[in-house]
C-alpha cells in the first residue's frame, strides 16, 4: 500500500553536511520525496512533536538537540515506506543500529542519532500535519515507477 512518512534529518545531519548522502539513499532506493524543507523548528514544535516522550527522562536533552539548528523535513512516500523507512533508518540507539542502516552508518549516541522517522501510519499523519500545509505536499509522477513497481 502507498504510504506517506514523515522524515526529518536532524540538527546534527545538518551540521555534518550528511544530507546530499543520506537524500541520495531514498532517491536510490525507489522512494518518491513529495515535500521538503529546511527549518528551524519552535520549542513549542518539538515538544509537540515529541509529546510522547515528555515524562521520560532525556525530554529536555531531546528538545534543546532538535531546536539546536536547522533541520530537514520532509514527506517521502512508496509502498510500505513507513516501515522501510525505519528499516533504512535502523534502531534508536546508533550503537545498536545494524551497519549499512543511516544511524548504523553515521551515528555513535542515541542522543545525536542524525535521522527521525515516523514509526506508525497514525504517527506519520500527525507529524506530517504538524511539519506541512497540504500546499507544500506536491503530487507529480515518477516516470521510472514501472520499473520499480510491478503494478502501480
Ligand atoms: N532519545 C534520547 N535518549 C533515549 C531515547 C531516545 O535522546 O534514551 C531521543 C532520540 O533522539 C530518539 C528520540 O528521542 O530518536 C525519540 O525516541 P524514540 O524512542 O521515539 O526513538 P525513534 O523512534 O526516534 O527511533
Redesign the pocket.
Known amino acids: 500500500m502507498m504510504e506517506k512518512s514523515f522524515v526529518m534529518m ?1 540538527p546534527d545531519a545538518v551540521a555534518r553536511r550528511l544530507m546530499g548522502k543520506i537524500l541520495t539513499r531514498f532517491e536510490e532506493k525507489g522512494l518518491q520525496l513529495k515535500a521538503i524543507k529546511l527549518m528551524t523548528i519552535s520549542e513549542d514544535l518539538a515538544k509537540e512533536h ?1 509529546g ?2 515528555s515524562e ?4 529536555n ?2 528538545v534543546d ?2 531546536i539546536s539548528g536547522p533541520v530537514l523535513a520532509m514527506v517521502i512516500e512508496g509502498d510500505d515506506a513507513i516501515s522501510l523507512i ?1 528499516k533504512m ?1 535502523g ?3 546508533p550503537q545498536e543500529a545494524e551497519l549499512g542502516t543511516i ?1 548504523g552508518d553515521y551515528g555513535i ?5 542524525i ?3 515516523s ?1 506508525a501510519p497514525e504517527s506519520a499523519e500527525r507529524e506530517i500535519g504538524l511539519f506541512f500545509n497540504e500546499d507544500e505536499i506536491v503530487d507529480y509522477d515518477m516516470v521510472d515507477n514501472t520499473w520499480i513497481y510491478e503494478e502501480l
Not at 109 to 113: C, D, E, H, K
Request: avoid cysteine; hydrophobic fraction near 30%.
Open positions: 536532524k515529541y510522547e516522550h521520560k527522562p532525556f525530554f536533552d531531546l538537540y532538535i525505519r533508518v534502531a534508536t540507539n544511524r549516541q542515541t542522543g545525536r542519532n535521522i527521525h522517522a514509526d
